[in-house]
């Protein structure tokens, strides 16, 4: 089992960057694919980023396609989200999630059971 935090959310302006992490405690980290999700208020939560267990495979979603990089440290335990360019519709909780399915570290998954253990969030708030 491993227990997730997110942190490095906060308030910033319309273009400017961000760089959330996410610190796994247990055991195995590496063996997680590991994801980004978010939820704008009065919105359902949406997939952003996903990785495989040894980071050579990302996905990510249309809306924030060249704009977010997906990444993760597994000597740290840590995954990361670099988000630039924000925009106002950027604006939500952002929550990291991971699973040990290894059809989806081979073939990706972007829903949000395929996803077994998730952090408590992390908001961002981009102003226009």
């Known amino acids: 089992q491993v227990q997730l935090v997110e942190s490095g959310g906060g308030l910033v302006q319309a273009g400017d960057s961000l760089r959330l992490s996410c610190a796994a405690s247990g055991r195995s980290f590496s063996s997680y694919v590991m994801g980004w999700f978010r939820q704008a208020p009065g919105k359902e939560r949406e997939f952003v980023a996903a990785i495989s267990w040894g980071g050579s495979r990302t996905d990510y979603a249309e809306s924030v396609k060249g704009r977010f990089t997906i990444s993760r440290d597994n000597a740290k335990n840590t995954m990361y989200l670099r988000m630039n360019s924000l925009k106002y519709e950027d604006t939500a909780v952002y929550y990291c999630?991971?699973?040990?399915?290894?059809?989806?570290?081979?073939?990706?998954?972007?829903?949000?059971?395929?996803?077994?253990?998730w952090g408590q969030g992390t908001q961002v708030t981009v102003s226009s």
């Open positions: 999630a991971g699973n040990r399915s290894p059809r989806c570290s081979l073939h990706g998954c972007y829903e949000e059971d395929e996803y077994d253990y």
